[in-house]
């Protein structure tokens, strides 16, 4: 009988179960909370620094660059207060500036990694160092903005760089096997010029499909089941509601960008080949010597551990780590352990060498 | 409220069995999806879906391009290959100025290099006072 009681009290309370499921789902909830201030600006791209909270004289003196992906915002950084890297590093002393590329338009569609790695970025670091005051600097790129970190640290290594991290790099195109986005975008199955000839832009509703199509299950039912069994959980819906506001945010890609993100890299494995041409240079992984972290999410599906490891053999840097973290390519830096595991052994590596 | 507990201590659950074997289940389903959207065939089958809607839809989006453009025309307003014309001319001077605030960086540079670091961090306490 007592069974029958508690199954009974189970649905009744289902309809405000489905409304509550209902209302997370639909809601958005404040993310990117960290005081911040726009120093530059070009075009979509905007320059942030963060404001500071520990006192001058105990800040780190180089200051650190984030660089996200072309294609997704860059608040995944700082997600929400007391889930944040970018809070976290703050904390810490850096002098921290986000580079966010915001969302290229219809006039944007021919925009290269030429034009974000020799106009964009070289013009936001200068910002940087002017505002800083430092001539040297550091710089973290994760995803698609490692790609663009490691070419900008390759064509230009005398620019001041000194550390260079690398979070979850797709970096190395030859394992055509262990890469599922290298086998979809065969040029045997897909006409990158057809899609871009009807979109200009890669949308980033496609984009996001491309994404979430890796896991199907995982992404279109697992994650809400994840919520549905987590209602009572404040923390847990909190947690799924920031990142939720965070996956549906999607940004397309500038059509210039994915022709080569997928004709150069994906295809042709250009960058690890040494034949990558950016606007008549040649891009040499072994010009780059700053010091080198690259962090190796080992449940990646998107940018899987094979597409990160061969750079640190390329490169010319002295000084370089690989770091393994057990998780996929977005928990490592806003899951639940990223505070306990990733955070700390970024700064414990760049800390001594940020002096 | 003794009853409603199960042998273990931990509080009953009528759904419990449900919710391991759908777990199970799902858990099965999702290895096996990985697998099939890793394969040729789902990049073979997905790239034709892409490229059927890509040609089906290209000659009503060219009409309607056509169309859009004509009126436009006789309206005398601005095409998107105007605005997209425009804007990147704003881009273009976008750059300029950025060239320009860098020069003016490096004039300004040298002006605050005898006051030296510890009276450039006074100077910048001051400003953010003065807000």
Known sequence: MAEAGVFADQLSGLPEKILAFNKAVTSKVPIAQTPKEVVWTLNKAKLYRYVPVVPEAKRQKIPLLLVFALMNRPYILDLRPGHSFVEFMVQQGYDLYLLDWGAPGPEDKNLKFDDYTLDYMPRAIRKMKAVSGSKEFSMLGWCIGAILATVYSSLRPDDGLRNLILLTAPLDFSNKQGITFGKWVDEKFFDVDKVLAATGNMPGEMIDYGARALKPVENYVLNYLKLWDNLENPNVVEAWKAMNTWVTDNVPLAGGAFRQLVVDLYRNDRLMRGEWMIRGERVDLSRLRADLLTVIAEGDHITPPCQSEAVLSRVGSNDKEVFRVPGGHIGIMAGSAAHKLTWPHIDGWLRPRSQ | ?131
């Open chain 2, 1 to 131: 409220m003794a009853d409603e507990r199960a042998p273990n201590g931990k509080d009953f659950d009528p759904m419990g069995g449900f919710r391991e074997a759908r777990d199970n289940y799902l858990d099965a389903w999702a290895k096996t999806m990985v697998e099939a959207v890793n394969s040729d065939a789902y990049a073979k089958a997905s790239g034709a879906v892409l490229d059927t809607y890509l040609s089906a839809s290209s000659p009503f989006r060219e009409t309607l391009e056509k169309a859009m453009l004509h009126a436009l025309q006789q309206l005398s307003m601005p095409s998107r290959a105007d605005f997209i014309s425009l804007a990147e001319r704003m881009t273009n001077i976008e750059m300029k100025l950025d060239d320009v605030d860098a020069k003016l960086d490096e004039i300004t540079r040298p002006a605050a290099k005898p006051a030296g670091p510890k009276t450039r961090t006074a100077a910048r306490g001051k400003r953010k006072g003065a807000k």
